[in-house]
């Protein structure tokens, strides 16, 4: 009996302290999910937000009756130059994916055209301006002979936040503008809010 008693005695040790090995694993636990997920761990701005916004302005902007007058006008797909995207909320927001997927939603539609911009604009002149010295004259291509852009497309993102205990909401205000490079006559321009979420930090009733 007594050596029965040992015996459960070590097992009993032995599975509390593989318990506590397990609970004191620094390896982090990872799981993958379809990217079309809704991962809202947060509360904050995220990847879901951005692809709902971003394809539902473009859509609206591409809709817009006075962008329809402008094309006709032009006889062709617009050219769109896609800008920056102000950060003016109160959390870190890389705009930087907004203006990509922006162009992405745009490329997808099929009802018009971007050119580069930004860095990647100066690295295809930079490119450009070494063949002419590095490269044949039957391949080299022209300075001086890009597309130029119709319209610009730029925007802000701002946040309004209300609070009360626990209980906390965050709206998004994303505001997108298409404005005539030439003219600076601002064609189209509008605001998305369906971003609107509740967090409820722990111990909170929902």
């Not at 991962?39 to 962008?67: A, E, F, K, Q």
């Not at 329809?68 to 006008?73: G, H, L, R, S």
């Not at 950060?87 to 203006?99: A, G, K, L, R, Y």
Request: glycine fraction near 6%.
């Amino acid at each position: 009996m007594k050596n029965y008693r040992v015996n459960v005695a070590r097992i009993l040790f032995c599975l509390a302290f593989v318990a506590v090995l397990g609970a004191c694993s620094s390896d982090p636990q990872v799981k993958r999910v379809d990217s079309g997920t809704v991962t809202d761990l947060s509360g904050y701005w995220n990847n879901t937000d951005i692809t709902i916004v971003c394809n539902s302005l473009i859509n609206d902007c591409l809709n817009s009756p006075r962008i329809a007058q402008e094309t006709a006008k032009l006889g062709r797909l617009p050219i769109i130059l896609v800008g920056g995207f102000r950060n003016e909320s109160d959390e870190h927001i890389d705009t930087v994916i907004i203006s990509d997927t922006m162009e992405v939603a745009i490329m997808n539609s099929g009802r018009a055209d971007f050119v580069a911009g930004g860095d990647t604009r100066g690295e295809l002149r930079a490119e450009r301006q070494d063949q002419q010295s590095n490269a044949s004259e039957a391949t080299a291509k022209a300075l001086a002979n890009e597309t130029g852009a119709d319209f610009l497309l730029t925007g802000s993102v701002r946040t309004v936040v209300d609070k009360a205990g626990k209980t906390s909401t965050r709206t998004y205000y994303v505001t997108a503008e298409l404005s005539n490079l030439e003219t600076n006559v601002r064609l189209w321009r509008d605001q998305n809010t369906e971003i609107k979420k509740v967090i409820v930090t722990p111990g909170a009733k929902f």
